[in-house]
T-cell receptor, first 114, second 112 residues
Framework: NAGVTQTPKFQVLKTGQSMTLQCAQD?????MSWYRQDPGMGLRLIHY???????DQGEVPNGYNVSRSTTEDFPLRLLSAAPSQTSVYFC?????????????FGPGTRLTVT | GDSVTQMEGPVTLSEEAFLTINCTYT??????LFWYVQYPGEGLQLLLK?????DKGSNKGFEATYRKETTSFHLEKGSVQVSDSAVYFC???????????FGRGTSLIVHP
């Protein structure tokens, strides 16, 4: 049971490039989400999904797209990277079956946009 | 909307000192409450939780009690170690929701 996995761990992009951050979970969790973490800003929710085929925007969705074609995978796409998207990105998952619905987090992707 | 407020950091302590990190919440209904810990370079991991009033969550020597009357969930540890140095996040989640509300995080630095 690998939990929540994220790839890559580190990435450097040039302004205007696109890329996809991968997230997968093997716990059959319905709920998955993406956060960014910046110094002094805590965690900010980008997008989330409550099941395959269902996604919605969080607090800071601009510049990011998501899709959820399977229960296991929830990729985050940066369409045209900007320096303001330099951050650490975390994927998380949860299930209504868990008492209290605790979140399981991946190890993070550290993205630098130059 | 729901909110979680936790004390600003960093909190700097000597090894074996007593730790308290304050957390208060506002929410409709009866949320579940959590403390997550983030060690340097890692993702968040659940430290402890409480799902109803007066519950006490505990793990690795840390404790927190769900106080409905004061809407609080303060984190305590009797004797901290250098290895407890990390960022601690308080969080709540409402009864019918999937989306947690996180505090800003409190950095703890423990010196030998």
């Amino acid at each position: 049971n690998a939990g929540v996995t994220q790839t890559p761990k580190f990435q450097v992009l040039k302004t205007g490039q696109s890329m996809t951050l991968q997230c997968a979970q093997d716990m059959n969790h319905e709920y998955m989400s993406w956060y960014r973490q910046d110094p002094g800003m805590g965690l900010r929710l980008i997008h989330y999904s409550v099941g395959a085929g269902i996604t919605d925007q969080g607090e800071v969705p601009n510049g990011y797209n998501v899709s959820r074609s399977t229960t296991e995978d929830f990729p985050l796409r940066l369409l045209s990277a900007a320096p303001s998207q330099t951050s650490v990105y975390f994927c998380a998952s949860s299930s209504r079956g868990l008492a209290g619905r605790e979140q399981y987090f991946g190890p993070g992707t550290r993205l630098t946009v130059t | 909307g729901d909110s979680v407020t936790q004390m600003e950091g960093p909190v700097t302590l000597s090894e074996e000192a007593f730790l308290t990190i304050n957390c208060t919440y506002t929410a409709t209904g009866y949320p579940s409450l959590f403390w997550y810990v983030q060690y340097p370079g890692e993702g968040l991991q659940l430290l402890l939780k409480a799902t109803k009033a007066d519950d006490k969550g505990s793990n690795k020597g840390f404790e927190a009690t769900y106080r409905k009357e004061t809407t609080s969930f303060h984190l305590e540890k009797g004797s901290v170690q250098v290895s407890d140095s990390a960022v601690y996040f308080c969080a709540s989640i409402g009864g019918g929701s999937y989306i947690p509300t996180f505090g800003r995080g409190t950095s703890l630095i423990v010196h030998p």
